[in-house]
């Protein structure tokens, strides 16, 4: 989800700068070729006054933006509206200043030392031989910028806003369909999980009332009826614990769990059933401590370390490391099982997705084991890496 936005926030950051920059580029620009109108005109105009009036149409200036300056055939400056004649040096050289002399007109445009600024120049030669130079100063596109950053920063935040805003409206939208279509295939798998355990029990309880069992069948059948409603229990305790970290109801605080006592106490519980197919279970490591729902933390290793046990081969062994990794805690279940198809092992996390549909009820297990396991660690802030071979084992990882 954090991606997603971050995504979006890029795009619409760039799509608004590129379509800003399209806008001030083109304004710029239409503005500056209407800047050069007005000067050239400005300058015909102030040239016949000079003209017509001779040395009074200094006097008789309109006080506007521009700068006239009057330049004589030596380049040297004979009136200016900015500067004292003294204090200005010889204009021979400047480009419109020559191009005057040459044709009778000249343009030019110079920057700023900080770029921030340029002049635009027009110069006409007059009858006399002077040349009458008007100027005017323009900001430069950066320096518009410069000027604009508030406010545009300001839009910028809103439209970057927007975009998030909206795409968390999709998202949100999107999250629900698929938590609908989640729902609908949980609830199916749920009732098909039931089934099954239910028509056995159903079936062996009606040959028990009709008296159609035999006295010496009825030990069998009351053992059968009590596997089937076990297993009917761990699904039901599996789906009620599944729906309380969905709606993020694993309430308990997070405190310091040493993970090393943790497992050799899992090691313990789970010694029986490894002796039964004749596992060796070995816990190996050094102490490690994390901060986390101690319950949820049992829940997640002792269902790894169940799996590395059921689907195991006879005689196989089943090893769990804990040690520190760049300062993290990390605990590894290693098992010389069946393993996993690497088709498979991006599947494997799903609710009652099997890798071997057969095996499994074989072994027994709700299917929703590694989906417990997968939320366990998201709550507890840790990651699970799986690494698995045909025919050799499986390893998984878990890093805090």
Request: proline content about 2%; glycine content about 6%.
């Given at each position: 989800?954090?991606?997603?936005?971050?995504?979006?926030?890029?795009?619409?950051?760039?799509?608004?700068?590129?379509?800003?920059?399209?806008?001030?580029?083109?304004?710029?620009?239409?503005?500056?070729?209407?800047?050069?109108?007005?000067?050239?005109?400005?300058?015909?105009?102030?040239?016949?006054?000079?003209?017509?009036?001779?040395?009074?149409?200094?006097?008789?200036?309109?006080?506007?933006?521009?700068?006239?300056?009057?330049?004589?055939?030596?380049?040297?400056?004979?009136?200016?509206?900015?500067?004292?004649?003294?204090?200005?040096?010889?204009?021979?050289?400047?480009?419109?200043?020559?191009?005057?002399?040459?044709?009778?007109?000249?343009?030019?445009?110079?920057y700023s030392d900080t770029m921030m600024t340029k002049m635009y120049y027009v110069a006409k030669k007059l009858p006399d031989g002077t040349i009458l130079r008007l100027s005017m100063k323009q900001y430069t596109l950066l320096r518009v910028l410069w000027q604009l950053s508030l406010p545009i920063s300001l839009i910028m935040l809103l439209v970057i806003s927007m975009a998030v805003a909206i795409s968390y409206r999709e998202s949100q939208k999107d999250t629900q369909a698929e938590t609908e279509a989640m729902r609908r295939e949980f609830t199916a798998n749920v009732s098909h999980e039931l089934k099954s355990p239910l028509h056995v029990v159903s079936g062996?309880?009606?040959?028990?009332?009709?008296?159609?069992?035999?006295?010496?069948?009825?030990?069998?059948?009351?053992?059968?009826?009590?596997?089937?409603?076990?297993?009917?229990?761990?699904?039901?305790?599996?789906?009620?614990?599944?729906?309380?970290?969905?709606?993020?109801?694993?309430?308990?605080?997070?405190?310091?769990?040493?993970?090393?006592?943790?497992?050799?106490?899992?090691?313990?519980?789970?010694?029986?059933?490894?002796?039964?197919?004749?596992?060796?279970?070995?816990?190996?490591?050094?102490?490690?401590?994390?901060?986390?729902?101690?319950?949820?933390?049992?829940?997640?290793?002792?269902?790894?370390?169940?799996?590395?046990?059921?689907?195991?081969?006879?005689?196989?062994?089943?090893?769990?490391?804990?040690?520190?990794?760049?300062?993290?805690?990390?605990?590894?279940?290693?098992?010389?099982?069946?393993?996993?198809?690497?088709?498979?092992?991006?599947?494997?996390?799903?609710?009652?997705?099997?890798?071997?549909?057969?095996?499994?009820?074989?072994?027994?297990?709700?299917?929703?084991?590694?989906?417990?396991?997968?939320?366990?660690?998201?709550?507890?802030?840790?990651?699970?890496?799986?690494?698995?071979?045909?025919?050799?084992?499986?390893?998984?990882?878990?890093?805090?």
């Amino acid at each position: 989800m954090k991606h997603r936005y971050f995504s979006v926030i890029i795009l619409a950051s760039v799509a608004f700068i590129i379509s800003l920059g399209l806008i001030l580029v083109t304004m710029y620009n239409y503005f500056s070729e209407v800047q050069w109108k007005q000067l050239r005109r400005a300058t015909e105009i102030s040239a016949m006054a000079v003209i017509n009036q001779g040395e009074d149409f200094r006097w008789n200036l309109p006080d506007e933006q521009y700068r006239t300056t009057l330049i004589s055939p030596q380049g040297e400056v004979i009136f200016d509206t900015e500067k004292r004649d003294s204090h200005l040096e010889n204009h021979l050289k400047r480009k419109e200043v020559q191009e005057a002399m040459e044709s009778g007109y000249g343009e030019s445009q110079r920057y700023s030392d900080t770029m921030m600024t340029k002049m635009y120049y027009v110069a006409k030669k007059l009858p006399d031989g002077t040349i009458l130079r008007l100027s005017m100063k323009q900001y430069t596109l950066l320096r518009v910028l410069w000027q604009l950053s508030l406010p545009i920063s300001l839009i910028m935040l809103l439209v970057i806003s927007m975009a998030v805003a909206i795409s968390y409206r999709e998202s949100q939208k999107d999250t629900q369909a698929e938590t609908e279509a989640m729902r609908r295939e949980f609830t199916a798998n749920v009732s098909h999980e039931l089934k099954s355990p239910l028509h056995v029990v159903s079936g062996f309880a009606e040959l028990m009332k009709s008296g159609m069992a035999r006295p010496e069948d009825m030990p069998g059948f009351a053992e059968k009826i009590y596997n089937e409603a076990q297993r009917m229990i761990r699904l039901v305790e599996d789906i009620i614990t599944l729906s309380k970290l969905d709606e993020g109801q694993a309430s308990d605080k997070k405190v310091k769990v040493n993970l090393y006592k943790m497992l050799q106490c899992i090691v313990e519980e789970l010694q029986p059933k490894a002796k039964e197919k004749e596992i060796s279970f070995e816990l190996i490591g050094e102490q490690c401590t994390t901060f986390g729902i101690a319950q949820l933390l049992h829940q997640l290793f002792y269902n790894l370390c169940e799996n590395a046990i059921k689907y195991n081969r006879q005689g196989g062994s089943v090893t769990i490391a804990v040690h520190w990794e760049d300062g993290h805690p990390q605990v590894s279940v290693r098992d010389t099982g069946i393993g996993i198809p690497q088709e498979d092992i991006g599947r494997i996390f799903e609710r009652f997705y099997r890798v071997d549909k057969s095996h499994s009820k074989e072994v027994g297990g709700t299917g929703l084991g590694l989906s417990i396991v997968k939320h366990a660690a998201k709550i507890n802030g840790a990651k699970i890496e799986v690494e698995s071979l045909m025919n050799e084992g499986t390893i998984f990882t878990v890093k805090f």
